[in-house]
């Protein structure tokens, strides 16, 4: 497969890619990622707790926000380590690809 023909690309075929971040950067990922789930339960036993319906929904936004930061972080990670690399190689499917990551992060 050429690397110009994105389109025909099967989820499949990107399994092999890996990033390549630091440690610390994973660290800091994986931690507010634990913070979020821990939020998650949060509202799981604020629901059984039958806690007023604004205040579980201000909760819901929190976690909401939180998962905004943590996708934002990882795009950036991502811009200036995988995509930089992928053009340096020679491989300008990425900006297509990152595009279309881009909109769905935007919805």
Known sequence: MSKTDSKNHTHSEHEHRKSHHSEKIKTNLVSRLNRIEGQVRGVKRLIDDDTY???????????????????????????????????????ETVVDELMKTIRKLAK
């Open 53 to 91: 319906c604004d205040d579980v929904l201000n909760v819901i936004a929190s976690i909401q926000s939180a998962l905004s930061g943590v996708g934002g972080l990882l795009l950036e990670y991502h811009m200036k380590s995988c995509v930089v690399q992928q053009i340096k190689e020679g491989d």
